[in-house]
């Protein structure tokens, strides 16, 4: 299995509070992805990484924020978190090449009341 | 931009059946493909891939052929196993800094 963690695991917070996930990998890949999966959408892309200080917006980034200062930590964060943002978040990593696969990490349970 | 279509769910089959899941795809350029899986309570993982055309992919019994003609990456299984409940991802990649875009996902339930 590849290297990657998130934390915290589960996490149950307010309407209105700032809330950072983190994303920590130990295989040095260059790619770094936040997914967020909701039941009828699958897996929607929020932001990604494809180097330190390098992200770019996926489909879905309105309210919220990405961080890269290390090869192995990225960092999403909700400013002000809304119950719209409930959701099952999963980070991915990748060498970066067409062929490569993403390795997705195993998921942070967000719950926004 | 990439986008993939999956048949919707859920799929309910009897042990030992035939599974088929359909995909289609648009991408730019020659994109690979890829087929993840996801059990209940995990993150997705990668079933199987074919990164050109008229390529084969297979892991534990499932298979699926890059048809480049017809834009289409089915997925196929002769014989499916209680184990193999889960929920099913088609999704294409090109090159460069384009990610995964998956489709919604096909679940899976197979009865004994």
């Known amino acids: 299995d590849a290297g990657i963690t998130q934390s915290p695991r589960h996490k149950v917070t307010e309407t209105g509070t700032p809330v950072t996930l983190r994303c920590h990998q130990t295989?040095?890949?260059?790619?770094m992805y936040w997914y967020r999966q909701d039941p009828g959408h699958g897996l929607r892309l929020i932001h990604y990484?494809?180097?330190?200080?390098?992200?770019d917006k996926g489909e879905v980034s309105d309210g919220y924020s990405v961080s890269r200062s290390k090869t192995e930590d990225f960092l999403l964060t909700l400013e002000s978190a809304t119950s719209s943002q409930t959701s099952v978040y999963f980070c991915?990593?990748?060498?970066?090449?067409?062929?490569?696969?993403?390795?997705f990490g195993p998921g942070t349970r967000l719950t926004v009341l | 931009g990439n986008s993939v279509t999956q048949m919707e769910g859920p799929v309910t089959l009897s042990e030992e059946a035939f599974l088929t899941i359909n995909c289609t795809y648009t991408a730019t350029g020659y994109p690979s493909l890829f087929w993840y899986v996801q059990y209940p309570g995990e993150g997705l993982q990668l079933l199987l891939k074919?990164?050109?055309?008229?390529d084969k992919g297979s892991n534990k019994g499932f298979e699926a052929t890059y048809r480049k003609e017809t834009t289409s990456f089915h997925l196929e299984k002769g014989s499916v196993q209680v184990s193999d409940s889960a929920v099913y991802f088609c999704?294409?990649?090109?090159?460069?800094?384009?990610?995964?875009?998956f489709g919604k996902g096909t679940r899976l339930s197979v009865i004994a």
């Open positions: 999704a294409p990649r090109t090159g460069g800094n384009t990610p995964l875009v």
């Open positions: 991915a990593i990748s060498p970066g090449l067409a062929g490569d696969t993403q390795y």
């Open positions: 295989e040095n890949h260059r790619y």
């Open positions: 074919a990164t050109k055309a008229d």
């Open positions: 990484s494809y180097g330190v200080k390098d992200t």
